[in-house]
């Protein structure tokens, strides 16, 4: 995706000098879901809402590679982990937050996938209950708390029904 980059910061230990792969990471199609969310970075920002938006990442890790450790970033800025920004969550266990990814020999030469949810995106209160409605979502956007999250649809599915939208966050120059 043109907009969103993952820097990757590895830290291996060389175990032979010949060359080979430690690292494989490739973006995948996801069927993860697109969820609005209060705007809780800026919360005197009430008339928008931020759109989150997930992303997969497939990951295949070799013995050379004690851990992986990232930093996103999106319009030339580093994004923060945690609550604000972005999250990162191993696919089989999406409740835990991780901030790295620690060599394990069961997982070592085994794909893992990550999804990484992006909420980094503001989106008019406006524009939000246009796609409440073309998702036939009765919700309100007013008053929208801590930990309340509405559920839209896949993002494969949201990509293809919102080019537009997409669009306008690919037009952010990364560089």
Request: aromatic share 8%; proline share 2%.
């Amino acid at each position: 995706m043109k907009y969103t980059h993952i820097i990757v910061a590895i830290v291996s230990l060389l175990i032979s000098c010949k060359e080979e792969k430690t690292l494989e990471i490739k973006q995948i199609d996801t069927k993860e879901i697109v969820t609005i969310l209060p705007n809780l970075k800026n919360p005197l920002i009430k008339d928008s809402v931020v759109l989150s938006i997930p992303f997969e990442f497939q990951i295949l890790i070799d013995s050379s590679v004690d851990y992986v450790v990232w930093l996103y970033r999106v319009d030339n800025k580093t994004l923060r982990d945690g609550s604000f920004d972005y999250q990162v969550y191993k696919k089989q266990n999406k409740t835990k937050i991780i901030y790295q990814l620690d060599s394990d020999k069961a997982l070592i030469n085994k794909p893992i996938n990550i999804i990484i949810k992006e909420r980094n995106h503001l989106i008019s209160k406006t524009d939000a209950r246009k796609l409440l409605k073309k998702y036939d979502i009765n919700r309100s956007l007013d008053n929208l708390k801590f930990r309340d999250t509405i559920k839209l649809t896949t993002y494969d599915k949201f990509r293809n029904e919102n080019k537009s939208l997409i669009n306008d966050f690919e037009k952010i120059s990364d560089l």
